[in-house]
């Protein structure tokens, strides 16, 4: 069942099992706020395990390109086009974001991103391999985030 994310009243809803919660909760909400203020788009969840085909897609890209798989547990997702970008989201237990931006008209513009919620420990699928930037948000706190360009076709 999806969840359109609330930026004005941060929910847990869908997040519960994870050990920051508030902070990925509010990850998710930053979110929102974003592509309801740029995009006037409603950010959409739906259970990880209603949503395979996603989880797929982002999973092969990360393997393909980085040889990278997270052990962590994918909690939601979101798929969606908005202009010519194709973004897909995967929420993770331990309060990570795995985020593609997948433009449909231009191979240069492609790449994986990554945010980490507040108060969690650099996965040590990522470790050493990136360098995180911090960004201060109201909904999230101090986000960390790094990204890699993606080469292949997906």
Do not use: C
């Not at 050990?19 to 739906?46: C, D, I, Q, S």
């Not at 108060?119 to 050493?128: C, H, S």
């Amino acid at each position: 069942m999806s969840y359109i994310v609330d930026f004005n009243n941060v929910s847990t809803v869908g997040l519960e099992s994870s050990p920051v919660v508030e902070a990925l909760a509010g990850l998710r909400a930053h979110e929102a706020r974003y592509f309801m203020n740029k995009y006037k788009h409603e950010f959409t969840v739906v259970p990880a395990s209603e949503s395979s085909e996603t989880l797929d897609y982002v999973n092969r890209i990360l393997k393909e390109e980085r040889e990278i798989e997270f052990a962590a547990k994918p909690l939601e997702t979101s798929r969606f086009q908005v202009e010519n970008i194709i973004w897909t989201y995967v929420f993770y237990e331990d309060g990570l974001e795995v985020n593609v931006l997948y433009t449909v008209d231009n191979p240069k513009k492609r790449a994986v991103g990554f945010k980490l919620s507040e108060g969690m420990e650099i996965p040590k699928e990522l470790e050493e391999k990136f360098k995180f930037a911090r960004q201060k948000s109201k909904l999230a706190g101090t986000i960390r985030g790094s990204f890699f360009v993606i080469k292949g076709e997906y």
